[in-house]
């Protein structure tokens, strides 16, 4: 039987591997300092369908860029576009605090809701302050996954920064958000998702860290692992690719892909 | 499909966390993945690095193309004469690759004097990373060598648009593509300013391989252009050099 690795040098993506992307973006053409082409989401979608993602988890681009309950309401109507396929990460920003709980409050039964994403340093709010504690205390009472962006050499989302807000919330489901980006900010989540029992590892950002999926994949149990693109900031056949193409067994690759992150959120998503 | 790689480098020791990492731990995974030529640089600072690449070059059977690193032309015993360099292109191919920050010595024409005459007489590629590059100097030796086969390596997605805008300036500009990982963005620019202008790069052991094989294959460009970027431009510019 040909391997995922095998089908992909063909072209093909292995029929029935799952694919949940669980760190994704949609917008409408926001702008921001890097120059991000734009694609319809229709398109958008096709794209990742043609590399086997079965469905995203996005989160709105406007909401990221200051504008949360306006971004939310629109990536909710994204979720009845493509129903079963976008499912929608709802943003949260301190600054709105009252009206994007009102938000997730109204969506968190609704089956295009998965999660919380929040994005320190774009909300101007740093994760070693307190300032997310009443987003945290609500999502544990709900058991609600919380998504967070993280870069090591960011002062407002440090991962390393976590230890302290972890120690004060151990129950808080995390998803940490690239990894922190760097070889340190990788080694710092690693420790996190060792030392706590619900941080999980979006390996994303581990792309520049100079460490290989083979041996990163090595230093925290397997269902820690969680795959997301950040399309459509990055390309998602980066990610992909990194995956599908690296020497591991295609067990494993179908846990990394899809399986851990339906556990952890304890649903079926596809 | 096969693959060509402009930026393969290696270290003489395995380094942590790194699959693969040492000369033949790197050829290795290039076999496995249908990379089956590659121009290879030494990350090792150590005084005989050029030669240690020059070794593997000369005995891969023609399946690597080394990269010197290339000291401008101050102290002796770091750099090469004219008829040195002259050789390494003649009898080994080589190509050479500048370090503006990291060895602090900036693309400054008045610095490696004439150097750009060689390399732009012989057509031989420069490589430079674009992380340790600054445009307005690249844009001043341009000027004075239009020739000039520039290779930016590591590109990088928050300069995407003054490296594009660069090279719409400039002739004889090229990028690798270990770093083209913003959304859409290898069609996107090759919209812009063509398939001849990319060469496929992997930047192993620093980044794996994966992402940029899977990237070709899976891009909406046509079969030549997926081609050019795979191999075909490797082979113009650095087997050929035409």
Redesign the interface.
């Known amino acids: 039987m040909m391997t995922v690795k095998e089908y992909?040098?063909q072209?093909q993506i292995k029929p029935g591997l799952r694919i949940i992307d669980s760190h994704s973006h949609l917008g409408d053409g926001e702008q921001c300092?890097?120059?991000?082409?734009t694609?319809p989401a229709e398109e958008s979608i096709r794209?990742s369908k043609?590399?086997g993602i079965n469905a995203m988890v996005a989160s709105s681009l406007k909401a990221l860029f200051g504008a949360a309950p306006a971004g939310n309401e629109r990536i909710m109507e994204m979720t009845r576009l493509f129903p079963g396929y976008v499912y929608a990460s709802i943003f949260y920003d301190p600054h709105y605090h009252e009206e994007c709980i009102a938000q997730i409050e109204k969506y968190k039964d609704d089956p295009g809701f998965v999660g919380v994403k929040i994005h320190p340093r774009e909300s101007h709010t740093c994760i070693a302050t307190a300032d997310y504690d009443r987003l945290y205390e609500y999502c544990i009472a709900k058991d609600i996954l919380v998504a967070c962006h993280t870069w090591e050499t960011e002062p407002a989302n440090n991962p390393k920064d976590y230890d302290a807000v972890l120690s004060r919330y151990p129950e808080l489901k995390l998803q940490i958000c690239h990894m922190g980006g760097t070889?340190r900010g990788c080694l710092d989540s690693i420790d996190l998702a060792n030392k706590y029992e619900h941080v999980y590892l979006d390996f994303n950002g581990s792309?520049y860290s100079?460490?290989?999926?083979?041996?990163?994949i090595k230093?925290a149990p397997i269902e820690k692992f969680v795959f997301g693109s950040d399309?459509?900031?990055?390309?998602p056949?980066?990610?992909?690719?990194?995956?599908?193409?690296?020497?591991i067994e295609d067990d494993i690759k179908q846990k990394l892909l899809a399986d851990n992150f339906e556990a952890i959120i304890g649903r079926k998503l596809v | 499909m096969v693959f060509k790689d402009i930026n393969c480098n290696f270290y003489m020791q395995p380094q942590p966390l790194q699959y693969a990492s040492d000369h033949d731990s790197v050829a290795s995974v290039c076999e496995k993945n249908n990379i089956v030529t590659r121009a290879i640089y030494n990350l090792d600072k150590a005084g005989d690095a050029n030669d240690v690449t020059l070794r593997y070059a000369r005995e891969s059977a023609g399946t690597e193309y080394p990269v010197i690193r290339l000291m401008p032309p101050v102290y002796p015993e770091e750099t090469y004469t004219r008829d040195e360099m002259i050789r390494l292109i003649d009898n080994d191919k080589a190509l050479f690759r500048i370090h503006p920050k990291n060895f602090a010595a900036p693309m400054y024409t008045w610095l490696y004097d004439w150097m750009f005459d060689i390399l732009s007489e012989s057509r031989t590629p420069l490589l430079v990373s674009l992380q340790e590059l600054d445009l307005n100097d690249a844009a001043a030796v341009k000027e004075k060598y239009p020739e000039l086969r520039l290779i930016i390596t590591n590109t990088d997605q928050w300069l995407n648009r003054q490296y594009i805008g660069f090279c719409k300036h400039f002739r004889n500009v090229y990028f690798d593509t270990c770093n083209t990982i913003e959304y859409y963005g290898i069609e996107n620019m090759v919209g812009l300013i063509g398939a001849d202008k990319f060469l496929f790069g992997t930047y192993m052991p620093e980044k794996e391989p994966y992402d940029k094989t899977f990237q070709i294959l899976f891009c909406e460009l046509s079969q030549e252009e997926k081609e050019m970027i795979a191999h075909g431009n490797f082979e113009r510019l650095v087997e050929v050099r035409a």
């Not at chain 1, 056949?237 to 020497?247: F, N, P, Q, S, T």
């Open positions: 992909a040098m072209g300092p890097l120059y991000i082409k694609l794209l043609r590399i070889y792309l100079q460490i290989w999926l083979e041996e990163l230093e399309q459509t900031f990055n390309d056949r980066i990610m992909a690719g990194r995956v599908l193409m690296a020497d």
